[in-house]
């Protein structure tokens, strides 16, 4: 069930533009089939931060292979400690705990054209899915790539040296908020024009996010076939997940045989609500792969966001993860045992 954390080395620290860093990590550890992985997911990797151990998750950007070091991109945030001390810190030797690839946001059909938008360090899965979709024989990639400036755009040379072997298939829109402004929405729109029957993968900051999924509903694109990365939790390595809107709740906690009320704001996670009320629920990483923050529904409904921990068998059982939970009725308990 859960997942264990490993140790990996520090084998290069590279700049990706004026402020983040490529990532790469190595280790015999490398050579086990739990560190194999699917081109868009990510590494969840702890760091000691004022002899605090914080653990956040990072896409990958390098190609799978099992035995090969792996990296990942890391991007200042203001007030992300994990990535700020990273960028600031990281050296070539060092040893980071790390557990091993998770996440959902692959290609959903190898092959298919693939319509791809990109905000900042989003792109560090949008470019794995890029290289993966060319290798998977897709006739068309079009990606629409904003940044802040060009000074801060991440993985260039890669995306040119992969556009460059693409014999045409990758077509690159680069934005920069600095010149033009936020994305526009015709620009987002016109994205679709003769990709309508492909995929659509999204990854960037939540506004951006809102803007390009508006920008889809315009062009008419079947929402069935968008994909989307949870930006906060697989990518920059901020501290909270973005509200989505559900309900207030009051929350029952059993714990140490008490029963303790909690109320939860809309859309907080079920974690961050308890430690905001000075409650000692057990957690460690906080980002859905450690496992020490399972409890069991005892009623009411919950959004399950997504974690490799628990499978299909643990969420009948009435598993989940306070970490990776928000309230879906006014009225919730759970029960850690
Ligand atoms: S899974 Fe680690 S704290 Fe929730």
Redesign the pocket.
């Known amino acids: 069930m859960a997942t264990r954390a490993h140790s990996l080395t520090i084998t290069g620290v590279e700049p990706q533009g004026s402020d983040a860093i490529l990532l790469s990590l190595g280790g015999e550890v490398l050579h086990q089939s739990q560190f194999g992985f699917r081109p868009g997911q990510y590494l969840t990797l702890a760091a000691k931060v004022q002899d605090d151990e914080h653990w956040r998750c990072y896409s990958i950007t390098s190609e799978s292979g099992l035995g090969q070091p792996i990296s990942v991109l890391v991007r200042r945030v203001a007030g992300g400690r994990v990535s700020n001390w990273l960028c600031d810190h990281a050296r070539p030797g060092q040893q980071l705990r790390v557990f091993p690839p998770a996440g959902h946001f692959t290609l959903a059909r190898p092959g298919q054209a693939v319509l791809l938008y990109a905000g900042g360090s989003g792109i560090a899965p949008v470019y794995a899915l890029a290289r993966e979709a060319l290798a998977q024989g897709a006739a068309r990639v079009r990606m629409f790539y904003a940044n802040r400036d060009r000074a801060t755009t991440m993985l260039l040379a890669e995306l040119q040296a992969l556009q460059a072997g693409a014999s045409g298939r990758l077509e690159i829109e680069y934005w920069y908020d600095a010149e033009k402004g936020l994305p526009e929405p015709a620009a987002l729109v016109e994205q679709v024009h003769g990709m309508e029957s492909g995929d659509a993968y999204l990854c960037g900051p939540e506004p951006f996010m809102r803007a390009v999924n508006s920008a889809l509903d315009t062009a008419g694109f079947d929402s069935r076939r968008i994909h989307q990365e949870d930006f906060s939790a697989a990518v920059d390595g901020s501290e909270g997940v973005p509200d989505c809107g559900g309900p207030e709740a009051m929350l029952t906690v059993q714990m140490k045989g008490k029963a303790h009320n909690v109320p939860v704001q809309s859309g907080e996670l079920l974690?961050a609500a308890m430690l905001r009320a000075g409650l000692p629920a057990p957690?460690?990483?906080?980002?859905?792969?450690?496992?020490?923050?399972?409890c069991r529904l005892q009623a009411g409904e919950v959004q399950r966001l997504e974690?490799s921990?628990l499978d299909a068998d643990d969420v009948a059982d009435g598993w989940l993860?306070?970490?990776?939970s928000r309230a879906a009725s006014p009225e919730v308990q759970i029960r850690f045992s």
Request: glycine residues 6%; charged residues 15%; positive net charge.
């Open positions: 974690l957690h460690a990483c906080r980002v859905g792969e450690c496992a020490s923050c399972m974690s921990v993860l306070a970490c990776r």
